[in-house]
């Protein structure tokens, strides 16, 4: 996708810009399948 995992992370996921929700066991991010394939393809975050 052209960013680096902290922008994923700190950026569109606590920001609520892509589908993705903390595991609580982990605390790391979850993306599901099919937004990871709509990101994938092209598909843009939401504006923060």
């Known amino acids: 996708m052209g960013v680096t995992q902290r922008t994923v992370q700190v950026h569109w996921c606590a920001e609520g810009r892509i589908a993705c929700e903390k595991d609580p066991a982990t ?22």
Not at 29 to 38: F, H, K, M, Q, V
Not at 41 to 47: I, L, M, Y
């Open 27 to 48: 605390g790391h991010w979850r993306i599901p399948g099919d937004e990871y394939e709509r990101l994938r393809r092209g598909g843009k975050p939401q504006a923060g």
